[in-house]
């Protein structure tokens, strides 16, 4: 398609916003300075038959995944075999969000969540199995925004079959304004043509979610829209199965269109209507992510108490040595802290009566960046064992533990469902839309001088009332929280640094104006603090729920060492070398260092840096293989 400049690609995302806030958000007033923690507290709880019915899924899944799954073989063989998955359908794992109403377990986004975080925990790849299916695959996008024959014909099927979510492309990765898949408009059809990238589940998919752009035209407004597709159609052909450095077992590929033949009624919303479906979709679907990571956080929790106990160096138990013992704390907090976040954001979108979009986007952002920092520690902690497979272990009789497979695992968690770096710009521009929804005008190029003058005045009488509110609050006042003991003075830190952010902020929308969403450096340190207090507030509230002294321990040790990480976030908001490494990179990309990278031979395979797909039919052999 032709080139897309830089605004083209900015409209198209923006369009694709959800821009209206019904309810409210405590990740959207954390970022304001207003310490929403009304909203967070009491800890949301369910009710006995959702918490009923969970637990005996649980019980059920449990029991399957200790007798019928060996996660070596997965890992030997990078796949699942046939007979795991038959066995995860006829548990109804496939079916755990779909309404019971339409066959499915109808179970409650916390339980969902603590099953994967649970098959998860057995291989990587069950969990991205079970994950690609419901949290983005067809019955999310269809259960929101599907026609009720729709959900009648679709929703039924999904917990007997698999599904896939197709998005990127070759050359789209995080801008679908370059998006080429097209879908035509034939009568009572759609045709569409294409190649897909990254397709997880494609390769044994019954059903396809698909991202086409129809073409403008008359009686068709056009633009990025939502297809369900069979992956049996004629036309499709899945031409190869791509492996990872981890998630051995999973079953990605690409998958090419031609003359596909869709009806109407397979749209999903309407024409122009897909990114914001998807967008939506993910709102909650970004959850099941950080649990899996939390799961991951948990296990290393244990593998790290045990080996650190066992093994013995210069005459203790290496856990009582201070180097070791910094990493198991590090971890053992963590992993209580990215359980609070998730169960705590999970039973917010239970709950339905608040906006999570900014917390299930900062738990995804989070939980994928500390559990890769914990699996990195755990490697550590076991030395050389840490780095050898579980195979090898077990070959010279040892436990086979799988420290170095869960780091490989773990590290798509920063690229899948938007890399950590589009998390940042999605989340800031979520945190600044208070901002841009009063002066967005003054600094917009395309506004005129009416709309400029009107956004002046507006400006001027919000932030005459905000600002002043930033100066003092909660958190100056020693007996403020006092409910919740000794974790009170921490949540006082996290009301002041909530301020502090707020101010930060304005001072940087003053400083740069429209400049700002260029200051990458500065808005991802901005999100990564508002991070660091969300899981500070989750594991406060999480703490006094659990009431017992363990949690409040564990809480303490996050919220210490969360603190440390946020004064360094805060420092780093203004003295940085953000300049200088721009600078910098623009002279590698040019070419000036050329010569320092003599010495070495490049291992790489020929070819192109990025596949350019010839449109046309496959010429490939079809490996796509459902598992009946």
Not at 124 to 145: D, N, R
Not at 153 to 167: D, K, M, Y
Not at 599 to 605: A, C, F, H, N
């Amino acid at each position: 398609m032709a080139h897309v400049d830089e605004r083209t690609a900015r409209r198209v995302a923006e369009e694709a916003r959800e821009t209206a806030w019904r309810l409210p958000s405590f990740g959207k007033q954390l970022f304001l300075g207003d310490f929403r923690l009304d909203l967070i507290h009491p800890h949301p709880r369910a009710d006995e038959e959702a918490q009923g019915k969970g637990e005996e899924f649980l019980a059920r899944l449990r029991e399957f995944c200790e007798t019928k799954v060996d996660p070596r073989t997965i890992e030997r063989e990078a796949r699942i075999p046939d007979d795991v998955i038959k066995g995860l359908k006829a548990l109804g794992a496939f079916g755990m969000k779909i309404p019971e109403e339409y066959g499915g377990l109808g179970l409650s986004q916390v339980y969902y969540n603590k099953a994967l975080m649970l098959a998860g925990s057995v291989h990587s790849a069950l969990g991205a199995l079970l994950s690609a299916h419901q949290s983005i695959g067809v019955p999310q996008p269809i259960k929101l925004f599907g026609t009720d024959r729709q959900k009648r014909t679709f929703l039924p099927r999904c917990g007997n079959e698999i599904s896939a979510f197709l998005l990127t492309e070759p050359d789209v990765g995080s801008d679908p304004a370059r998006l080429r898949t097209t879908a035509v408009p034939d009568g009572d059809e759609y045709v569409i043509d294409g190649v897909k990238l990254w397709t997880t589940n494609g390769v044994i998919a019954d059903l396809l979610v698909v991202m086409a752009r129809v073409p403008e035209s008359e009686g068709h407004r056009g633009g990025i829209t939502a297809f369900v597709v069979e992956a049996n159609s004629e036309g499709i052909t899945v031409e190869n199965r791509n492996a990872f450095m981890g998630l051995r077992g999973i079953e990605n590929g690409v998958t090419r269109f031609h003359q596909v033949r869709v009806p109407a009624a397979n749209r999903v919303g309407k024409e122009g209507q897909g990114l914001k479906i998807a967008l939506t979709t993910l709102n909650t679907g970004r959850l099941s992510l950080p649990a899996m990571c939390a799961g991951a956080a948990k296990w290393s929790t244990m593998i790290a108490r045990e080996w650190s106990k066992e093994r013995v160096q210069w005459g203790l138990p290496v856990g009582k040595h201070e180097a070791v013992a910094a990493k198991i704390s590090f971890i053992a907090a963590t992993a209580y802290a990215l359980e609070a976040m998730v169960d705590l954001s999970s039973a917010l979108a239970d709950d339905e009566r608040n906006d999570i979009r900014i917390e299930a986007a900062l738990a995804k952002l989070y939980a994928s960046e500390m559990a890769c920092r914990v699996a990195d520690e755990l490697v550590q902690i076991r030395g050389g064992r840490g780095y050898e497979t579980a195979e090898s272990l077990a070959a010279r009789g040892e436990r086979g533990v799988p420290a170095e497979q869960l780091l490989r695992d773990l590290r798509i968690n920063r690229i899948f469902e938007g890399s950590s770096e589009i998390m940042r710009l999605l989340i800031a521009r979520e945190a600044v839309d208070t901002h841009l929804s009063v002066a967005g005008d003054i600094i917009d190029p395309d506004a005129d001088l009416k709309a400029k003058a009107k956004a002046v005045g507006r400006a001027g009488g919000f932030y005459s009332t905000w600002f002043p509110t930033l100066l003092a609050g909660a958190g100056q006042r020693p007996g403020s929280y006092a409910e919740f003991g000794p974790l009170a003075r921490h949540l006082r830190y996290v009301e002041r640094s909530s301020r502090k952010l707020a101010r930060s902020v304005f001072y940087a929308a003053g400083r740069w104006q429209g400049g700002l969403e260029r200051r990458q450096g500065f808005l991802g340190r901005m999100v990564d603090i508002g991070a660091e207090l969300f899981a500070m507030s989750a594991v406060c509230v999480r703490a006094k729920a659990d009431d017992r002294p363990e949690a409040y321990e564990l809480a303490e040790a996050f919220c210490a060492q969360a603190r440390v990480r946020i004064g360094e976030l805060f420092d780093r908001l203004w003295h940085n070398t953000d300049a200088l490494d721009g600078r910098l990179a623009r002279k590698v990309m040019d070419g000036r260092y050329t010569w320092m990278e003599e010495g070495v031979l490049d291992p790489s395979i020929p070819g192109p840096w990025i596949a350019e797909p010839e449109p046309g039919p496959s010429r490939r052999t079809n490996v796509h293989h459902p598992v009946a």
